[in-house]
């Protein structure tokens, strides 16, 4: 199995924001559509202080589109964990271009960390919660410092550990914020073809949940469409978030 890996030192961060002002803006916006709340908190209370992270995966272009429709200048945040499948690079390419995003920032896992930890480039196979924290977790961690909150494009339906998910939580004191925590697949696909956005490459090919190449499979018929992501393994998030349990108060 290798050595097991020790925690990585991620960087001190002071909360900007508690449980308190989660549930104030969760009950703020209830409601509210999504492209409104985030004019709101992107031009209001939050501009300079929040960027959006974002996979570039399936679903991804909906998101940025409304970020860039607001302000194209707002921090988008990519890690690229090198174990990425040619066709999102190609397709992060693209949707940036496309979509006018001035701030792309991408970050990669620290070498000296992968040379002691994942000298190989094979933990993904042993140990897929230890890779995430190299290729992911460490990156992202970097990544935010400069920031007070951050936007996500989970949503609810992806997997029955979503289905409670809230618009607005805390994460390592930060406010951390799912616009589209509600939107159904239908709403989605509304969006793509209401504004004319390009599809990933890969969500043809049956892959409707698009993470490392490594441990990303094929959606079979009937599954949650992050079915395919770390397949055989006991693992359903890469660390970056938690599971949300339904009947459970959310975690702000």
Known sequence: MGEPLRQ?????????????????LEARFAGVPAPEMLRTLLTGELAGRIASVSSFGAESAVLLHMVSAIDPDVPVIFTNTQKMFGETLAYRDELSERLGLTDLRVFRPDPRLLAAKDKTGLRWSYDPDGCCELRKVEPLARALAPFDAWISGRKGFQSGTRLALPRFEID???????????????????YFAAHDLPRHPLEAQGYLSIGCAPCTSKVRPGEDPRAGRWRGWDKVECGIHQPVTPGEDPIF
């Open 8 to 24: 990585i030192d991620l960087i001190d961060v002071t909360p900007a924001f508690s449980a308190e002002d989660a549930a104030a």
């Open 172 to 190: 390592q004191g930060r406010l951390k914020i799912n616009p589209l925590a509600d939107w159904k697949k239908a709403d989605l696909d509304a």
